[in-house]
């Protein structure tokens, strides 16, 4: 079955503890995206990959990291997370410019 | 990309169809309208897109203006599971598949 995956689904955890959003796809998609949604500012891109070793900026990519080494996957990294960044984070992935993008099921971050 | 703009909420009775509007009157010429929707707080899921023509899949129709300047999504026989926030984004796709989701519009299927 495709799909994307992310783990965790739920998370919480204390300011400034380095964490990482898995994010796995298994349709051999070159596009990967990651969202995060907030009520009232609807899903944001934080980063996004066109390829391995590609990546850029989306429109709020402070204080998050991102690689991709493989194809398939495609980690969110928070190197020292803070209170702001407590969100529902969505994985997305497609095959290429302009396809429809498929989101994994999210997690949903809390940083006390 | 162009700027949509949707109605906030909206009702329809299960059975009937569910038309739901999508203004985006500065689309340009290379702007792809897609429609996602988000049952809950689970990933956005795709539902549809087009460029020009008239759409349909197995889950709904996709009807554009021939000005493209608005759009309707067409859920032809509503059920409970499709209540939903139904979400109308046009885009180029061109910076690295980035959609820019609104409000989108919360649809209630009632009984």
């Known amino acids: 079955e495709a799909q994307v995956t992310q783990n965790p689904r739920y998370l919480i955890t204390v300011t400034g503890k380095k964490l990482t959003v898995t994010c796995s796809q298994n349709m051999n998609h070159e596009y990967m995206s990651w969202y995060r949604q907030d009520p009232g500012l609807g899903l944001r891109q934080i980063y996004y990959?066109?390829?391995?070793?590609?990546?850029d900026k989306g429109d709020v990519p402070e204080g998050y990291k991102v690689s991709r080494k493989e194809k398939r996957n495609f980690p969110l990294i928070l190197e020292s997370p803070s209170p702001n960044q407590t969100s529902l984070y969505f994985c997305a992935s497609s095959s290429r410019r302009g396809e429809p993008q498929h989101f994994g099921d999210g997690t949903r971050l809390s940083i006390l | 990309d162009a700027k949509t703009t949707q109605p906030t909420s909206m009702d329809c009775a299960e059975g009937r169809a569910a038309n739901l509007p999508c203004n985006h009157s500065t689309i340009s010429g290379n702007e792809y309208v897609y429609w996602y929707r988000q049952i809950h707080s689970q990933g956005p899921q795709y539902i549809i897109h087009?460029?020009?023509n008239n759409e349909t899949n197995e889950m709904a129709s996709l009807i554009i203006t021939e000005d493209r300047k608005s759009s309707t999504l067409i859920l032809p026989h509503a059920t409970l599971r499709d209540t939903a926030v139904y979400y109308c984004?046009?885009?180029?796709?061109?910076?690295?598949?980035?959609?820019?989701f609104g409000q989108g519009t919360e649809l209630s299927v009632k009984p």
């Open positions: 087009g460029l020009k």
């Open positions: 990959s066109m390829n391995v070793e590609v990546t």
């Open positions: 984004i046009a885009s180029r796709d061109n910076q690295g598949g980035k959609l820019i």
